[in-house]
């Protein structure tokens, strides 16, 4: 080897060396291998001791509006690792409004029987709640600051924050020892030392100069993050972080395989093969989808809750067939929280065609709950040749963008069941993928 080549494969693993002292460092407290995501690089001078968010919904919220309340939280905890080194603690799920299922306990559940963790960690650095716990050895959140609306609502958008009495009961309970009680996810050991309400208006990343200069705790936590709202909605970073939410595999396996047994629709042929997030990069049309029709059909509380918007089941089986005809397709999935006789009557519409549902055995049920099924169901429609949702259902745009992400035409995919008294409804709208 010449010289002058020596010389600069030497300075090629010197630098590639301080990259990676930079980008991992050991907190001497906690042992915690920590790593920006994405491709920013943060630079510190000197290793500082990593600090953790936690964040809390309102109780009454959807799984798939907590979803996008996570996306607005990773925005803030990029910028933090600008500055300093912050990681995201996962709050556990359970107790979700919709998650009825008798006979299953569904609390304390981790992110990882839902997502892919390696998947959101090349996005921002996070940890499960229990290995939190684990890891700071005491169930203690240092600082909460309950986000609510500024009393007496607003007449002008603008940013503003303010430490202020709290408008409605919190739940938070102070013990004589000063530490405060709650819910925490279930964990009843785990109290608070200090609580305060912040009422707040603004997008996530406004709260950030507070964390940095007026939050000294190792943990802070912030419940009701979805007063938090998107600082950019539909741009780059805000598809970066919903790529990076991918499902954890034992459920899309198991979605495969329902679609390979029942769907005739493998990834292969249906253009719809999965890559690493960061590699994945699909133009419109590139994806196929497999030779059915997938629909969510929502019912349940959206009977009510959306009233008017919504199709009857013969009307939304009228809609389904002319689509199968005009793709020339025979099969249908259903993805539905409709209780069995809805089905079986939405079902009974269909002389020629098959319709499917996915049922889970008892033992998928136990293992992965309601929120697995029902990502069972996201996965398997999002796969199909053409795809109708309800009516501003989170549960349909997160199909919708899992489409976006596979490589779908946006005719195959913007699509939503009309009422019965008005076949020409507003189509959804159409976020498009950017990169
Ligand atoms: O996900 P989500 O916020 O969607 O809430 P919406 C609906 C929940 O119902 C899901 C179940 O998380 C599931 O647990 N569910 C709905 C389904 N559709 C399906 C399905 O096709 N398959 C399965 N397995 N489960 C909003 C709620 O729901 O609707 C609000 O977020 C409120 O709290 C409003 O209830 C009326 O956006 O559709």
């Not at 608070?192 to 190792?218: D, E, Q, V």
Request: aromatic letters at 14%.
């Amino acid at each position: 080897m010449e010289t002058k080549e020596a010389r600069v494969l030497i300075i090629t693993i010197i630098a590639k060396i301080l990259c990676l002292a930079v980008l991992v460092h050991a907190d001497t407290d906690d042992e915690i291998a920590y790593q920006t995501g994405g491709t920013e690089t943060t630079k510190f001078g000197q290793a500082k001791s990593v600090r953790y968010l936690l964040y809390d919904v309102n109780p009454g919220e959807g799984f798939n509006l907590r979803r996008d309340v996570y996306m607005r939280v990773t925005t803030l905890v990029q910028e933090l690792n600008k500055e300093e080194p912050w990681v995201l603690v996962l709050p556990p799920w359970g107790r979700l409004y919709h998650w009825k299922s008798p006979d299953l306990e569904q609390i304390k559940i981790p992110w990882s029987t839902f997502f892919d963790l390696p998947s959101l960690r090349q996005h921002v650095p996070v940890i499960e709640f229990e290995e939190y716990l684990k890891l700071r050895g005491e169930p203690v959140i240092d600082e909460v600051y309950y986000l609510q609306s500024f009393k007496g609502g607003w007449t002008k958008w603008e940013e503003k924050m303010n430490i202020t009495e709290c408008n409605d009961r919190t739940g938070y309970v102070q013990d004589e020892e000063g530490s405060w009680h709650h819910w925490f996810f279930g964990y009843e050991e785990v109290y608070a030392k200090k609580f305060a309400c912040l009422s707040y208006m603004g997008h996530a990343t406004f709260i950030k100069p507070f964390l940095l200069k007026n939050t000294t705790g190792r943990c802070v936590m912030l419940p009701r993050a979805e007063t938090l709202i998107h600082d950019h909605f539909g741009d780059t970073g805000y598809w970066r972080a919903r790529r990076s939410m991918v499902f954890a595999k034992h459920l899309r396996d198991i979605g495969d395989k329902f679609r390979r047994e029942f769907l005739d629709s493998t990834d292969e042929e249906d253009g719809t093969v999965l890559k690493d997030w960061t590699d994945m990069q699909r133009k419109h049309g590139e994806a196929l989808g497999g030779p059915y029709v997938g629909i969510h059909l929502r019912r349940m509380d959206y009977l009510y809750a959306r009233e008017g918007n919504l199709p009857s089941l013969k009307g939304a089986a009228k809609q389904v067939k002319k689509i199968l005809q005009k793709y020339a397709l025979e099969k249908v999935f259903v993805a539905t929280d409709a209780p069995s006789e809805e089905f079986e009557e939405f079902k009974s519409y269909f002389k020629k065609s098959k319709v499917y549902r996915f049922i889970p055995s008892k033992e998928i049920k136990e293992k992965y709950k309601d929120g697995g099924v029902a990502i069972i169901d996201q996965w398997i429609a999002a796969h199909s040749r053409y795809f109708i949702g309800s009516y501003e259902s989170t549960f349909s745009f997160r199909i919708q963008e899992e489409r976006e992400i596979l490589g779908f035409d946006h005719e195959t995919t913007f699509n939503r069941f009309c009422p019965d008294d008005n076949s020409d409804c507003e189509r959804p709208s159409q976020w498009k993928i950017v990169y």
